[in-house]
Each structure stands twice: as C-alpha cells, then as structure tokens.
C-alpha cells in the first residue's frame, strides 16, 4: 500500500474535484434535456457519475485494496456510461453491454474471485 487517505480526506478531495470538473468541463459534456418524463424544466450535465466513479477507482488504486477484475469492471462500465450519455443508449443496448462485460470478467477471472465483500457482508 502507498498511501491511506482518511475517509475525510477523500470526501474534500472529491468535493474540490467535483467542483472543478463541474465549473469547467460540464458545460460542454453530455446533457439531459428536459422532457415529459423528466422533473427538470432546463438541461442539467450528467458528468457526476463519471467523476465520483473515477475518484473511486483512483482512490483504490492508490491505497491498492481493489483487485484487478474489479478495476477492470468499473473502468468499462465507467465507458458505458459516457458512451450512455452521449449516445443515450436503449435500455436494451446497456443491458448487453453489462452482461459482456460481466461475462468476459466472470470467464477470464473465474478462478482468481474467492468472495465479494460489500460493506459487511462476504459473499463467496
């Protein structure tokens, strides 16, 4: 392990970087526009997700306490959802998408996944 951030550290690290990202790189990312569907009246940026998700992942590569199949995961999922909010994909097209990349990961480190811990509970 290089470092270890406190659970603080990273929520102030997240919340500047958030910050920036939003002030000035939303404004010419992808944009969900209001319709009879949607509670918003104006078009609101959809880069949220994608910086919390990559400080996630950073953060865990950092402290190394993500193994690689779960790197491997969020990055392209992390692809699916820009490529989902540029292109607004079918529900349809997102769900495949997942189910490869869930397939391809499952195959390739079937025998590398000893147990899922989520919070406290193991899953194996």
């Known amino acids: 392990m290089l470092f270890k951030f406190s659970p603080l550290l990273i929520f102030i690290l997240s919340l500047n970087i958030y910050s920036f990202v939003t002030r000035y790189v939303a404004k010419y990312y992808a944009f969900d526009e209001p319709s009879s569907r949607k509670i918003h009246k104006s078009s609101k940026s959809l880069i949220g997700g994608l910086v919390f998700s990559l ?13 690689i199949w779960f790197i491997l995961g969020g990055i392209t999922t992390i692809i699916l959802g820009a490529v989902d909010d540029n292109y607004d994909l079918k529900w349809y097209q997102k769900l495949f998408f997942q189910l490869l990349i869930y397939l391809i990961i499952s195959f390739y480190f079937f025998n590398q996944i000893n147990e899922i811990i989520f919070f406290n509970y193991s899953f194996e």
């Open 55 to 67: 400080i996630f992942l950073i953060i865990g590569l950092i402290n190394a306490t993500l193994p």
